[in-house]
């Protein structure tokens, strides 16, 4: 845990009723946050992962959505917020 964690962390991770024991779900935030963030800056990669689609790939363009909203479709409940 030292070797990962910062000293807040650290704080949190200490178990108040059971000294020298960690808080489990506690310590699952601390390493699924600190995973979450290494994949986001790439420092971390997951075996396997270029077999899935590009998500970006997936999304539809601002032209397409745009076309789309103005056709006569049904439309979802909820407007879109971004502006193109």
Known sequence: MDAFASVMWRKILKDQDRPGMLA??????????Y???ELRSGDIAVAGSVSYANLHGQLM?????SRWLRSPAPKPACRPTWRS
């Open 61 to 65: 363009s601002c032209r397409n959505a």
């Open 24 to 33: 489990r779900r506690h310590l699952e935030v601390c390493v699924f946050s």
């Open 35 to 37: 995973l979450a963030a």
